[in-house]
């Protein structure tokens, strides 16, 4: 069963619109991954999260840990067609999940020309 | 590009037959890891490497194997392979042993069992 919850499970928006992605854990997260996947391909390292309240950055993508660290969200701001994909969020709970990296199920984005 | 190289990039092969698959990390990390993504069970750990020696293990079969040779590659040893094989595998890599620590994937072998 999948540790990590994310939703939604697809999306699809009109270009220039903003849009959010959110990654929920049932455990403490000690190491919060986001990644992008083109379909077939491999995955793209985005960012990570490490600490409560901390934000990052980079072009048009933001992505959050909440104080509790046991939701991230990944927010995108006038989304573009090279936007498009599919987003994987990743925990690192060394004491929780061992020594891997557990994935939610992915959240395939379309955008819309 | 990664850094992470993995070869080959397409296979298709028989039921019951075994196949190799090849992993170069990026320069410097020592860690390597495998992955298998399928539709239904989407994107799942195999196995974790260190400097040669075995780590940590997930929802690998017994029919799956792999090791880190000196250089720091990985192969993933694949047997008597059934249809439900057939997925995408990925490995990644990264500097140290422990999480927290960022893993670079590479583009995937595509494996097809018919």
């Known amino acids: 069963s999948q540790e990590l919850e994310q939703s939604p499970q697809s999306l699809i928006v009109q270009e220039g619109k903003n849009l959010t992605i959110n990654c929920t854990s049932s455990?403490?997260?000690?190491?919060l991954y986001w990644y992008k996947q083109k379909y077939g391909e491999g995955l793209i390292f985005l960012m990570m999260?490490?600490?409560?309240?901390e934000e990052k950055s980079h072009e048009k993508i933001t992505a959050k840990l909440d104080e509790k660290k046991q939701q991230s969200s990944l927010h995108i701001t006038a989304s573009q067609p090279s936007h498009a994909g599919i987003y994987l969020c990743?925990?690192?709970?060394?004491?929780?999940?061992?020594?891997?990296?557990?994935f939610g199920a992915g959240t395939i984005l379309r955008v819309k020309s | 590009d990664s850094g992470v190289t993995q070869t080959p990039k397409h296979l298709i092969t028989a039921t019951g037959q075994r196949v190799t698959l090849r992993c170069s990390p990026r320069?410097?990390?020592?860690?390597v890891y495998w992955y298998q993504q399928s539709l239904d069970q989407g994107l799942q750990f195999l196995i974790h490497?260190?400097?040669?020696?075995?780590?940590a293990k997930g929802n690998i079969l017994e029919r799956f194997s792999a090791q880190q040779f000196p250089d720091l590659h990985s192969e993933l040893n694949l047997s008597s392979l059934e249809l439900g094989d057939s997925a995408l595998y990925f490995c990644?890599?990264?500097?140290?042993?422990?999480?927290?620590?960022?893993?670079?994937f590479g583009p995937g072998t595509r494996l097809t069992v018919l």
């Open positions: 990644a890599s990264s500097v140290v042993v422990t999480g927290t620590d960022t893993q670079y």
């Open positions: 455990k403490t997260l000690y190491g």
């Open positions: 999260l490490q600490k409560g309240g």
């Open positions: 990743g925990a690192d709970g060394v004491r929780e999940y061992g020594n891997k990296l557990v």
């Open positions: 320069s410097g990390d020592l860690s």
């Open positions: 490497y260190y400097n040669g020696e075995e780590r």
